[in-house]
Every structure is written in structure tokens, then in C-alpha cells.
């Protein structure tokens, strides 16, 4: 069973993936978070974190800057969709080579330099994109508004074939609109493409290097090996995953805004990238679906919504129960998520995916010492 | 000319700011090889010590308000004021200053506590792993501290006498329009004393001499019979009260709110990245020049030339430094580079 | 072969391909995108309750501003629904509410955080429209958040009555059909600072500007520029400081030798805070120049921001939209039912939340339906009274609320914690009335 040259197991893990994902609007639906803009951020931060996860994951270098290509890919979509036409196809291939390009400029410079070094020049870039798409560079961002689509924009190519404009511009692919369950199928294609090319790099002799690199890079040098174009490629890759994933937050609602590449979001990915586990395959999707969940959901708990969801117990136990959650949901989400990091690094340094092999080698195990109970008992 | 002396002492004021944050983050990374981002938070702690030293000064006879009749309101007067009269509002007026007595005892526990209750267990964990472990812990102490004194800054006003400005010009000669508030030239003074003492610590006592030893090659020192790790949690007390200091003596100047210390965090690393990692004269040096390139380049007339520089200008200087240095002005070599 | 993508009820937002080279368009319409003549977005009639949506920043910088916001909305939603004292629906004239819900149906409310950014506010309006089945969303407090939110709520289709929103842009180049501002904006300001600053300042004057380098900034900046030039003031200079730079000592020591006698804050929450501060610590509010005392303005106040400044807005000038210290009988049936509920008066932002959500189920009342379509259409050119203001209109061109406007000075000599405002003037709704024309933009239609 080799579909697209894998191994059995990742033919499975790739099935099982693109399922998850395609099925996400039933199997979220009882938590609530099957609707379609929270779906589309599932989606996109997903593809995010897999490609932050190739350069992080497997180089071991810690970008902290790569928001800005998150930025720059929606600026070039939403330019696109001003400029050429509203069909998110070369809107999307314009964003991520953009972002792609950056990449080589930007990981050129950094990649001179490693460890936190390396955190710092990235980080450095981020923000002066920030600060000068907030501000100077306002004619072309759009500042604090945010760049949007208007109607009496040039769209040369819709014009070209004829297409008119009516009302305020949606992206739509070939004729569909990008909104809603479509906007979700369509960002959750890109992702499972994204998926599967990184699980084809993480398997390829490409990947290898890339994981002795961050094994000892020194060594990988006195062999006579240049280490950098391999790091260059994987920034780039990943810059472009960015890039994509910019694009598709324009694509799925056409505004592009500044703070799209503050810090705050570079954190964002690195705590998505090891809350789910750094290195892993699948780690990087899981912390984007928790992070995003929290984002979300938690902070729309109120006292009244908390009071609803306790209605089931006592009334003396329902407002206890509501005076202990409450400083947690609500404007007091932060609060989960900062202890919820503390938690995971301190009890599981390999993020969820740990968590969940662990729980599944100790049950594989209890069940073996079950079976053959030991000398002692 | 008197537009550059002042752009001076602002940078070298700033710059006195930024050291004192830096020079405990890097003396953390220096002997604990710990990155510490909770850094931010402690510096929010010592301005919320001023803030807390006010609200206890400042504890109130509630007195019903008959001027509003909408609704039941009512007047505060200090108990202070109330008992002691003219010198329980002198006290009040001074408690900015008066707050680094229990800022000082304060910091210290806290930073014996956070290093003995979490950092300990990091020392052999991946930098990101610290990174991130400490981010969090910087989230719960904003939060904490958001829902007891809300998102909003704070007034924290200097005593009286040092509220207005000093008149540098009529002092050396020159223009009447060069002036300085008194509290930031306070402020410039007290950050030269704690580095100062910061150094003079390490440099002549014996405790200070094993600290340096011991960033230098932890391995022989320890082998050498001395409880470096000891000694190592109470240099992070030192770290938390530095910061503490610079963020209770910052507060009239920036009155203070929760998120005060995430504002200084990406700063401070910069600094201390460029100063060199683990450098404390490095972060110290940075610091100041950081502050007042930062200074320049907000000018009008710099900024005719370069629109936005002043956006921009630590972390273009930041990388100018990191490609042409590679490990800062001052730092040693293979530190925090795999 | 041509495929055509819209529908044919007038909902125009599609694209059509007019050429052949479409192929099979399937049209993707989930939830908010089915709309016909009948059917709207998150129609409640068949429901027990309405639900409206508010979104207001909960961590952040503006954190306290939006729980003052919830406050008024949690307060609104009461009086709606027949709890309390009723608040300013006693005297809110012409009113259509009974004190029964809106429409005879019970009304809840969803909240979200914002984070003061466009991204996460857009995220958690489109939960409250998808998920939640809110038929309008309401808060906010910077303007590139109602903006950003205001047009994602015309391509939903759901009302959007904007909160805190100061700048030109919100009712002018970004106005929107489905969204509507009580708030004042930078040009009123501007329009009622003029005459006071004259009357105060004499009409030789030097003004230094330092301004948050942002759109709303910038528009202030342009607005109060007209005004004082107008007066025959000189504009020294037009400083831009970053967003967020904590300490300003860099951008104030230049004014202290530029001969300027006036400096012009144009930065808000914790930059307002922050720049005026330090400009008086730089003891620029004792310096005399040109002969004259130098002053500071600071064109948009906030009482939750002057308690932030503390000593430092004694003397200053500035405007707001609204104050607690008002003696009408709107605005005292409003604090007093927000005192006894909460124990301390109402800020603008709380005010400008609490009248919207009032006006909002007003409109519905009048109109007699939930849909959009016809709410707008009862909102607009509306005019009313009793809500702190005097008397108000909803002009039908750009969706702006034209009332009189509070030039306010801090208080030299407070009777209480909350009295930090002390109003100098209500300038005349005459007085800040503009075309609606000079700002541009367009509304767009009510699909």
C-alpha cells in the first residue's frame, strides 16, 4: 500500500489526517467550534505551525519573527485581489512567493548567526515591518484600517475577461466564493497539501541534514559539509508556508492588518509549535487547534453563559462552580493560556504529542503487566 | 547645541532604564543559563510594590459624598491624614520613594521563590523550553495582577519638591529653555548607584568573586567544594531586585500598568543581545547607547532625512551589531550559540 | 454559457462571470450568505429571544474601557428586558420601548474579547454572527477595530452600532450602511475646541502637535490643525511619535525651545497618558513663552484616562462626548441607575454602549421587524432627546449622530474621585454640523 511513494504507516497517518480535517465541522460540532470562521482559523494557523515546525522542528533554530511573512502574504493577496483579479489562485501563488522572497533576504541575513542570536535578527525584522506598516508605510498597508478590497479597485484581469464586480468583493475560486464552508474546504486542501509535503521532507534525505544540523551542526561543518543553503531552503519553505498561510487569511476574509506580524504573533506559532510537540509531525496542527480554540471559545464564556452551563447542580454548588471558572474564562482567558503553557512545559517537554504517547504506552503497558503480573505479587 | 545636550540626558535616562533591566536579565543568562522571560513581569512588580505601598499609605475612611446625589457615593480620606495630619500627608507625597523599603525584601522573595519553585528545574531544559515556561509565568503574574488593579495605568507622582524641573541652563550658562525634571536626573543618579553596587558586589566581596568564578566555568568551581548553586538562586534575588528597583523608581515617570513589563521585555533582550549575552558590562554599555541613538533619532531634523527611523532605530542597530559583531559589543565567545 | 453567481433578489456581492470560462459554480451558502427578500441573517422571529453581540476589548490596553462597556450593555439589556429602574428609557423621547424585550421577545447578549486588534475583533463578531446567531454587534474602542468590524457586519448583514470611535474615517471614506456611530468624531472636536480655545487662548498662538503615528491620529491631527488655523494660530510643527513609546521625553524636549506656546496631544489611552504626564513633569504647564502661559490641549479626553493622568489634567482642555456631571434628566436617570448598580458613575464609553443598545431596539420597535433593511431605515435621520446630549439626529447620509458636544476641562479642585472633569462649555450641535460630503465614501446598499 504505496500511495505517493509513502511508507505504510504515513499512508494511514496521511488518510487519517486529511479525514480529521476534512470531517472537522462534525467532530467539533459538541464542543462548538464547528462554525465556519473558527474552522477557516483552525485551518490556516494549522498550516502556520507545520511550516514553522520545519525550520523549528527540525533545525532547531527558533524564529521569532516569522509573523512578518504571515504579513506580507496577506498584504500581497489582498494587492492581488486589488490590483489583477479576485480569484484566489494567483492571489495565493502572488502571496507565498512574496513571502517566499522575503524569506531568502531575511534567513540570508539571519541564518549568519545562530541560537538566540539568530531569535534576535528575526525578531528584529518582525518588528521593524510592524512598526513601519503601522505607520510610513501607510499608503501602501492601509495603517491601523488595514489594507481592504474596494469595488472601484483596477482588477485588470476581471476586467480583461469580463467579470464585473458587484457589491462589496469576495475572494472566490473560479465562481465559489471563499466565505464560509467553502473558504474552510478550500484553506483545508492547501492544508493537507502542506501536511503532506512536510511529512515527504521530514522523511526525505533533505530532512536528514536538516535534523543532524540540529544535532551538531559543528561536526556536520568539520566534515567538509556546508550547512547553509540546506538552512536557507528550510526558512525559506517555511517562510512560504507563512506566506500561504497569510494568504489564505486574506482569501477567507480580504483585509490584511498590521498587527498581523507583530511579535505577539510570531509567539503566537512558537507556542503553538510546542504546546503540540516541536518536531513532530502532527504536534504543530494540535496547538494551533488549542491555542485558536481557546482564543475563541474561552473568552466568550461570561458570568451568565457560566451560570447556564452549571444550571445542572445546586444552586450553592452552581455559584461556586461559577466564582472558581470564572477569573479563567472570559477577560481572564489569558490566564488559562499562561498556565496551560506552564503546565504542558513543566509536566510534558514534548507537548501534547507526548501527552498522548505517553497515556497510550502506559495503558499498552498496564495491560501487559496485567496479563504477566510480576514475581513479586 | 541645547537640543543635543537634552537629547543626551534623555538617551543616557532612557539608556539608565534599559541597563537596570538588562543587567538582571543578563546576570540571570550568566550564571543560571537560564532566559528568563519573565524578566518584564519582575520590573511590573516593583512598580506595583509602589503602587501597593500607595493604596496601603493611602487607606481610606470612606466619608459619604453629599455633592453627589445620584447616588450613593462616597469620599476618601486617608487614615493618615486623619491621624497624623501634616506629616501623614508628607508621608503620602513621599510614598514613591519610600516603597523601595518594601520593594527590597519584596523582590528578593519573590525572586527566591520563582527560582527555588520553577526556574531550578530548568536549568538543563532547552533554552525554548525556558523561554517558554517563563512566557507563561510572565502571562499568570500580568493577569494576577490585572485583576487587582485592573488595565488601567495608575498615577504614581513623585514627592512635591522633585515634581517640577531643574533649570540646567541658568546652571552652566546656557539657554533658559534647557530644563530637566528633577525625578529623571533622580533616576539617571540612582541607576549609576545600583550598577554601581551591582558591580562593586561582584567585584570585591567574596561571594561576588565565587559568582564570577562560577559564570566563568561552573564546573571547576563546584568541584572545588563550593555550593555554587546556592549562591547562584540568591544572584537571582539580586536580578529581581535590581529589576524591582528600576520599576519602582520608574513609576512617576511612566505610571505604571499590567502590562508594563511585556512593553520593556523585547527591549531589554535586544539590549542584552547586543551587549553581548552574559556580558554585564555589555548590557550596562548597550543600554545606554540603545537609549540614546533612540533619542537622536526621534529629532525632527533626523527624522526629515529618515521618515520613521525612530520606529526603527534599535533593532535596525540591533542587526547592524549582531552582522558585524557577531556576539555583541562585549560577549565571549560559543555563548548561547547551539 | 454564462453562469451567473448572484442572486436575483438584488444581492449583488458576487462576482458574475459574464465570459464562458466559469465552470460549475457551486454556490457555497451557509448560514449568513442565504439571503432572500424574507429571510436575513440570524432572523430571531421564530426564536423566544434576540441576541445581540458585544464586542469589546477585554485584555489589552483598553481593558478597563471595555468592562465599563459591558456594564452598559449588561445595564441596557436589564432595562430592555423590564429589570430595573428603567433607566434612560423614561426619558428617552420619541421612544417606542415597553420594557418587554425588543419585539415582545426576551433579549440576551454574547460578549467577545477584541484584543484592540481588527483580526481577533473580526473573529469573534463573525463567532457571534455564525455561531452564536447574534443579529447585531455592538462596542469596540479604537477605530481601526470599528471600521475593520463595521464592514465585516455589512457583508454579513447584521446592524453594527459602533462604540468608542473617534476618527473621521468610521462615518466618512469607511462608512457603511449597516453601521451606525453615536459617538463624536476628530473633526467635532475640532469644530468645538475652536471657539473655547480662542476665548481662552487669544488668537495668536503657536501650536506644536505631537501625534500617534496612526490613521486616527493623523485625522485628528488634520482636524484640529484646520481649527486652530483658522483661528489664526501657527502650526510650529506636526511631530509623529511611534504608538506605544512609553516615554515621550525624546518629542517633548524639542518644544521646550521652539517657541511654540501651545502643545497639541494627539494620542490616546495610555499614550495620552504617558505624553502628558511627562510634558508636565518637563514643567511644561508653568513655562511662560512669546509672554504668554504655555498651555496643553488634549483634543479627546476620557474620564477613565484623566484618572490614569491623576494630577496632571488639572487645567487642561480638551473635549468628550458625554460626562456623568451632566444635570439633565437623561443623564442623571442613566448614572443613577449605573451608580446603584455598580457604586461609581459611567464613563463617555459606557454612555455612547448604553444609548446605542437603546437606540438599536428602539429602531426595531419603530419599524416593527427584525430585519436590518428596515432598522436602518428607521435609525436613519432619526431624532431624539432625553439621552444626555440633548437633542440628537442620525444623519441618513453618513449614519453620524449629530448632538452637542462637552469641551471639558480637568478639574483644579475635584469634590470627589470621580469628579475629574470639569465641562467648560456645551458647544452647540449648530456649531459641529459638516456636510456629510467633505469626508467621501459610500454607504452601499441594504441587501
Given at each position: 500500500m504505496k500511495i505517493f511513494k509513502l511508507s505504510r504507516n504515513d499512508t494511514i497517518l496521511m488518510l487519517g489526517f486529511a479525514i480529521a480535517i476534512l470531517l472537522m465541522p462534525i467532530w467539533l460540532q459538541p464542543i462548538g467550534a464547528a462554525y465556519p470562521d473558527l474552522l477557516q482559523k483552525f485551518a490556516i494557523f494549522g498550516l502556520f505551525a507545520i511550516g514553522f515546525n520545519i525550520l523549528f522542528g527540525l533545525t532547531g533554530y527558533l524564529s521569532f519573527g516569522h509573523a512578518v511573512f504571515l504579513g506580507i502574504g496577506s498584504y500581497t493577496t489582498v494587492w492581488t485581489f486589488k490590483l489583477l483579479s479576485m480569484n484566489v489562485v494567483p492571489a495565493v501563488i502572488f502571496g507565498t512567493l512574496l513571502a517566499g522572497l522575503f524569506a531568502v533576504v531575511i534567513g540570508y541575513v539571519s541564518l549568519r548567526r545562530t541560537g538566540i542570536y539568530f531569535s534576535i535578527l528575526t525578531l528584529a525584522f518582525a518588528q521593524m515591518s510592524y512598526n513601519l506598516a503601522y505607520s510610513v508605510?501607510?499608503?501602501?498597508?492601509?495603517?491601523?484600517?488595514?489594507?481592504?478590497?474596494?469595488?472601484?479597485?483596477?482588477r485588470v484581469l476581471d476586467g480583461l475577461f469580463g467579470v464585473v464586480q458587484e457589491g462589496s468583493p469576495v475572494g472566490n475560486f473560479f465562481g465559489i466564493n471563499m466565505q464560509g464552508y467553502p473558504g474552510f474546504y478550500f484553506c483545508a486542501v492547501v492544508l493537507i497539501i502542506g501536511f503532506f509535503i512536510s511529512l515527504r521532507i521530514f522523511r526525505s534525505p533533505f530532512g536528514l541534514k536538516l535534523t543532524a544540523i540540529k544535532s551538531n551542526q559543528n561536526r556536520m561543518r568539520y566534515t567538509g559539509f556546508n550547512t547553509r543553503p540546506y538552512?536557507?531552503?528550510?526558512?525559506?519553505?517555511?517562510?512560504?508556508?507563512?506566506?500561504?498561510?497569510?494568504?489564505?487569511?486574506?482569501?477567507?476574509?480580504?483585509?490584511?492588518?498590521?498587527?498581523?506580524m507583530q511579535w505577539t504573533a510570531s509567539g503566537e506559532v512558537v507556542l503553538m509549535t510546542i504546546l503540540g510537540g516541536v518536531g513532530t509531525l502532527i504536534g504543530p496542527m494540535l496547538g494551533a487547534l488549542l491555542i485558536k480554540y481557546f482564543e475563541n471559545i474561552f473568552s466568550a464564556f461570561n458570568e451568565s453563559a457560566l451560570h447556564d452551563m452549571f444550571s445542572f447542580l445546586p444552586s450553592l454548588l452552581e455559584n461556586l462552580m461559577v466564582t472558581v471558572v470564572h477569573?479563567?474564562?472570559?477577560?481572564?482567558?489569558?490566564?488559562?493560556?499562561?498556565?496551560?503553557?506552564?503546565?504542558i512545559v513543566i509536566f510534558l517537554p514534548g507537548g501534547l504529542v507526548e501527552g498522548v504517547t505517553r497515556l497510550f504506552k502506559r495503558r499498552k503497558s498496564d495491560g501487559v503487566s496485567a496479563k504477566n503480573p510480576g514475581p513479586e505479587s | 547645541m541645547d537640543a543635543i545636550l537634552l537629547q543626551i540626558l534623555n538617551g543616557l535616562d532612557k539608556g539608565g532604564a534599559y541597563a537596570l533591566i538588562a543587567l538582571g536579565l543578563t546576570l540571570v543568562f550568566g550564571t543560571l543559563g537560564v532566559v528568563n522571560f519573565a524578566h518584564g513581569a519582575l520590573f511590573m512588580l516593583g512598580a506595583f510594590c509602589a503602587v501597593t505601598f500607595?493604596?496601603?499609605?493611602?487607606?481610606?475612611?470612606?466619608?459619604?459624598?453629599?455633592?453627589?446625589?445620584?447616588?450613593?457615593?462616597?469620599?476618601?480620606?486617608?487614615?493618615?491624614?486623619?491621624?497624623f495630619g501634616e506629616t501623614g500627608t508628607m508621608l503620602i507625597d513621599w510614598v514613591v520613594p519610600l516603597s523601595i523599603l518594601l520593594a527590597i525584601p519584596v523582590m528578593l522573595l519573590i525572586g527566591l521563590i520563582m527560582e527555588r519553585g520553577l526556574i531550578q528545574y530548568f536549568y538543563k531544559r532547552s533554552h525554548a523550553e525556558q523561554i517558554l515556561v517563563t512566557f507563561g509565568l510572565a502571562i499568570v503574574i500580568q493577569e494576577i495582577i490585572k485583576s487587582f488593579f485592573g488595565a488601567n495605568p495608575i498615577p504614581t507622582p513623585a514627592p512635591e519638591i522633585v515634581a517640577g524641573s531643574a533649570n540646567i541652563g541658568a546652571l552652566f550658562g546656557l539657554s533658559d529653555s534647557v530644563v530637566y525634571p528633577y525625578w529623571r536626573l533622580i533616576y539617571l543618579a540612582f541607576a549609576f548607584v545600583v550598577i554601581g553596587a551591582v558591580f562593586a558586589f561582584l567585584q570585591f566581596t567574596t561571594f561576588g568573586m565565587v559568582v564570577r568564578a562560577g559564570m566563568a566555568d561552573r564546573e571547576t568551581v563546584s568541584l572545588l567544594g563550593i555550593n555554587v548553586e546556592r549562591r547562584f538562586t540568591i544572584v537571582f534575588g539580586i536580578a529581581a531586585v535590581v529589576a524591582g528597583l528600576a520599576g519602582v523608581m520608574y513609576t512617576p515617570i511612566l505610571p505604571p500598568d499590567y502590562h508594563i513589563g511585556m512593553d520593556f521585555l523585547v527591549l531589554s533582550f535586544v539590549v542584552v543581545v547586543v551587549g553581548g549575552m552574559g556580558s554585564l558590562a555589555g548590557a550596562v554599555a548597550a543600554g545606554f547607547l540603545l537609549g540614546i541613538l533612540q533619542s537622536f533619532a526621534s529629532m525632527n531634523e533626523i527624522k526629515a532625512i529618515f521618515p520613521g527611523i525612530d520606529q526603527i532605530i534599535i533593532y535596525l542597530v540591533a542587526v547592524v551589531i549582531l552582522l558585524t559583531r557577531p556576539r555583541g559589543l562585549l560577549g565571549r565567545k560559543g555563548v548561547m550559540e547551539d | 454559457m454564462s453562469i451567473k453567481v448572484s442572486q436575483p433578489n438584488g444581492w449583488t456581492r458576487r462576482s458574475v462571470l459574464k465570459t464562458g470560462l466559469g465552470t460549475a459554480a457551486m454556490a457555497g451558502a451557509p448560514m449568513f450568505f442565504v439571503r432572500n427578500a424574507h429571510a436575513f441573517t440570524n432572523d430571531p422571529s421564530n426564536g423566544s429571544s434576540v441576541i445581540l453581540g458585544f464586542n469589546v476589548p477585554q485584555t489589552g490596553a483598553y481593558a478597563d474601557e471595555g468592562a465599563d462597556e459591558l456594564r452598559a450593555y449588561q445595564l441596557a439589556v436589564k432595562h430592555l428586558n423590564g429589570e430595573g429602574d428603567g433607566g434612560m428609557m423614561n426619558t428617552m423621547k420619541p421612544s417606542s420601548l415597553k420594557g418587554n424585550g425588543i419585539l415582545g421577545k426576551k433579549v440576551e447578549y454574547v460578549t467577545g474579547d477584541t484584543q484592540t486588534k481588527s483580526d481577533a475583533a473580526r473573529a469573534s463578531a463573525k463567532r457571534m454572527i455564525e455561531k452564536d446567531g447574534a443579529i447585531m454587534i455592538t462596542g469596540g474602542s479604537s477605530s481601526g477595530v470599528a471600521v475593520a468590524v463595521q464592514s465585516l457586519c455589512q457583508e454579513a448583514g447584521v446592524v453594527f452600532m459602533a462604540g468608542l470611535t473617534h476618527s473621521n474615517d468610521t462615518t466618512g471614506k469607511d462608512k457603511r450602511k449597516y453601521g451606525f456611530r453615536h459617538f463624536f468624531n476628530a473633526y467635532m472636536s475640532g469644530a468645538a475646541l475652536g471657539p473655547v480655545l480662542e476665548k481662552e487662548f487669544g488668537n495668536d498662538r503657536q501650536a506644536y502637535h505631537l501625534t500617534a503615528d496612526y490613521t486616527w491620529g493623523w485625522t485628528q491631527e488634520e482636524s484640529i490643525k484646520n481649527t486652530t488655523e483658522g483661528l489664526?494660530?501657527?502650526?510650529?510643527?506636526?511631530?509623529?511619535?511611534?504608538?506605544?513609546?512609553?516615554?515621550?521625553?525624546?518629542?517633548?524636549?524639542?518644544?521646550?525651545?521652539?517657541?511654540?506656546?501651545?502643545?497639541?496631544?494627539?494620542?490616546?489611552?495610555?499614550?495620552?497618558?504617558?505624553?502628558?504626564?511627562?510634558?508636565v513633569q518637563f514643567g511644561l504647564r508653568d513655562k511662560q513663552v512669546n509672554d504668554k502661559d504655555f498651555k496643553i490641549v488634549v483634543p479627546l479626553f476620557s474620564r477613565l484616562m484623566a484618572q490614569g493622568a491623576g494630577e496632571n489634567i488639572k487645567g487642561i482642555f480638551g473635549t468628550t462626548n458625554w460626562n456623568w456631571s451632566l444635570t439633565d434628566e437623561g443623564s442623571q436617570a442613566f448614572v443613577k441607575s449605573f451608580g446603584a448598580e455598580y457604586g461609581f458613575p459611567p464613563s463617555q464609553a459606557a454612555h455612547t454602549c448604553y444609548v446605542q443598545t437603546l437606540l438599536y431596539a428602539n429602531a426595531i420597535e419603530v419599524a416593527g421587524t427584525f430585519n436590518p433593511c428596515g432598522v436602518i431605515e428607521a435609525l436613519e435621520g432619526f431624532k431624539f432627546d432625553g439621552m444626555g446630549n440633548g437633542a440628537t439626529e442620525y444623519r441618513a447620509e453618513d449614519h453620524q449622530c449629530f448632538k452637542d458636544v462637552l469641551v471639558v476641562r480637568g478639574n483644579e479642585n475635584p469634590s470627589s474621585q470621580f469628579d475629574l472633569l470639569e465641562v467648560v462649555q456645551q458647544v452647540p450641535r449648530s456649531q459641529v454640523e459638516y456636510d456629510a460630503a467633505i469626508f467621501g465614501g459610500e454607504l452601499g446598499a441594504c441587501a
Open positions: 508605510l501607510t499608503p501602501i498597508t492601509n495603517g491601523e484600517t488595514g489594507l481592504r478590497v474596494l469595488r472601484d479597485d483596477p538552512l536557507l531552503w528550510a526558512f525559506v519553505i517555511s517562510g512560504m508556508y507563512a506566506g500561504m498561510a497569510g494568504s489564505l487569511m486574506a482569501v477567507t476574509d480580504p483585509l490584511a492588518g498590521a498587527e498581523r477569573p479563567f474564562v472570559g477577560d481572564g482567558w489569558h490566564l488559562t493560556l499562561g498556565t496551560l503553557f506552564m503546565v | 500607595q493604596k496601603i499609605m493611602t487607606f481610606s475612611k470612606q466619608v459619604k459624598d453629599e455633592s453627589i446625589t445620584f447616588f450613593d457615593a462616597y469620599k476618601e480620606i486617608p487614615y493618615l491624614e486623619i491621624w | 489664526g494660530w501657527k502650526t510650529n510643527a506636526a511631530v509623529r511619535t511611534p504608538l506605544g513609546a512609553g516615554d515621550f521625553s525624546q518629542y517633548i524636549t524639542p518644544v521646550l525651545n521652539s517657541g511654540a506656546d501651545v502643545l497639541i496631544l494627539n494620542h490616546y489611552g495610555k499614550d495620552m497618558i504617558n505624553s502628558l504626564t511627562q510634558s
